[in-house]
């Protein structure tokens, strides 16, 4: 009988000592996940410098796809997709630009400078939203290269010089996405 007794103590010593060990690997993986969003704290002023220029730049981008998509069927079908591509793109990423900044108690404000590299004057999108048919296609492209050319310039300074990993993986997608469309626009433009 002390022998049973002595075999179901130290049974349930295993499992209770099993049960332990489970309980502290998951509070472990708690504390990996912890340290894993402090890291996305992590930013210094390159990554500040960057989401407050991008900011403007991806909304005007915006603005310049939404007043070229509203032409409809009287332009060029695929200058149209890539504007829809761009407004898809760059949608989310102002969405998340906005959400660093607030989490970095940096200011999210920041009005269009429109000296900033690629950046299209007041005159520049009032010729875009009057031009029309094949001109408003040739406009469009034209300013969305420069457009495209100075966030790619922007973009790379934030894989140089960012701290912020999410920040730095952006600014690596937006060189990628942002080059394969300029290649896009310069063979779209080759027809014009």
């Known amino acids: 009988m002390n022998r049973t007794k002595t075999l179901l103590t130290s049974a349930t010593a295993i499992v209770s000592a099993l049960t332990l060990a489970g ?3 998951t509070a472990g993986n708690t504390s990996s996940d912890s340290s894993s969003s402090s890291e996305s704290a992590v930013f210094n002023n390159q990554d500040v410098t960057f989401a ?5 730049h991806h909304e005007q981008a915006v603005e ?3 007043m070229f998509i ?8 695929d ?18 630009l906005t959400t660093w900044l607030d989490d970095w108690g940096q200011d999210t404000s920041a009005s269009m400078d429109h000296s900033m590299d690629g950046m299209m004057s007041e005159s520049d999108m009032t010729a875009l939203d009057n031009a029309e048919g094949a001109e408003a296609s040739r406009l469009f492209l034209e300013q969305m290269t420069e457009h495209h050319k100075g966030a790619v310039d922007m973009a790379q300074q934030e894989v140089d010089g960012g ?6 993986e952006m600014a690596k997608n937006i060189v990628e996405s942002q080059t394969a ?12």
């Open 23 to 25: 309980c502290a690997d």
């Open 52 to 56: 407050q220029m991008m900011l403007p």
């Open 64 to 66: 310049m796809s939404d």
């Open 70 to 77: 509203t032409k409809g069927d009287a332009v060029d079908s």
């Open 79 to 96: 200058v149209l997709a890539l504007a829809e591509t761009i407004k898809d793109e760059q949608g989310p990423e102002i969405d998340q």
């Open 181 to 192: 469309q300029l290649e896009e626009m310069d063979a779209l433009l080759s027809f014009r």
């Open 163 to 168: 701290e912020n990993p999410d920040a730095v």
